[in-house]
Every structure is written in C-alpha cells, then in structure tokens.
C-alpha cells in the first residue's frame, strides 16, 4: 500500500508557526488528494484540511480556517501544511493520508505522524 511520511513537526510557543511536509515514498502523490488529519490525547482522529490532486481545491475544518494554509509541490513529491498563529488546542499529532478524492476514502496507509506541541 501507499506510505507517506509526516516531517516538521516540534514544539512552539502560542501564536508561533510550523510547516509539516508530508512526502511520498515509492509513488507519485500526483494523483491523489491529500489530507492532514491531527489526533490530541484522548480524543479521536479529525480532519484538518485536504488538497486536491491538481491543487485547484482546497478545505479546512472551521478551527483551523485563516490560520493554516495547504499547499503541494509535486515536482517535489510533497504537501504541507503551513500553520500560522498557533494556540494550545492545535496540539496533537499531525498526520497525512492520500485519497482518491478529497470526501473518499483513505488510499494510504496511516504513517508515524508528527507531533506539534504548543505550549509557553
């Protein structure tokens, strides 16, 4: 199956940035959506923000909106997630999963994730 791997991640200070990559291994991510979903402690997986195969499309969950920005790189086999203004509650662990199309199902394996603490 696809594997992707989540890189970028660290420890920051309330309002400070970060830039995930997510990269392919052994396929070409040209084809796919990409999403980044995050997992806090004791709380389920949610989606955070999808990009289509071409770029042309984009979603955020509403949380995240103005503050995060998805973009790819396919000469480079990359996405990221460049995250603005970060708060506390932006703490988990981020992870990336291919899709067929932004809504459908995951094509990909779930990685290692990255993780993202911010916290003063």
């Known amino acids: 199956q696809l594997q992707l791997v989540e890189s970028g991640g660290g420890l920051v200070q309330p309002g400070g940035s970060l830039r995930l990559s997510c990269a392919a291994s052994?396929?070409?991510?040209?084809?796919?959506?990409i999403g980044w979903f995050r997992q806090a402690p004791g709380k389920e997986r949610e989606g955070v923000s999808c990009?289509?195969?071409?770029?042309?499309?984009?979603n955020y969950v509403d949380s995240v909106k103005g503050r995060f920005t998805i973009s790819r790189d396919n000469a480079k086999n990359t996405v990221y997630l460049q995250m603005n203004s970060l708060k506390p509650e932006d703490t988990a662990v981020y992870y990336c999963?291919?899709?067929?199309?932004?809504?459908?199902?995951?094509?990909?394996?779930w990685g290692q994730g990255t993780q993202v603490t911010v916290s003063s």
């Open positions: 990009i289509s195969g071409k770029g042309g499309s984009t």
């Open positions: 999963a291919a899709h067929f199309y932004c809504s459908g199902p995951r094509a990909s394996n």
């Open positions: 052994g396929f070409t991510l040209d084809y796919y959506a």
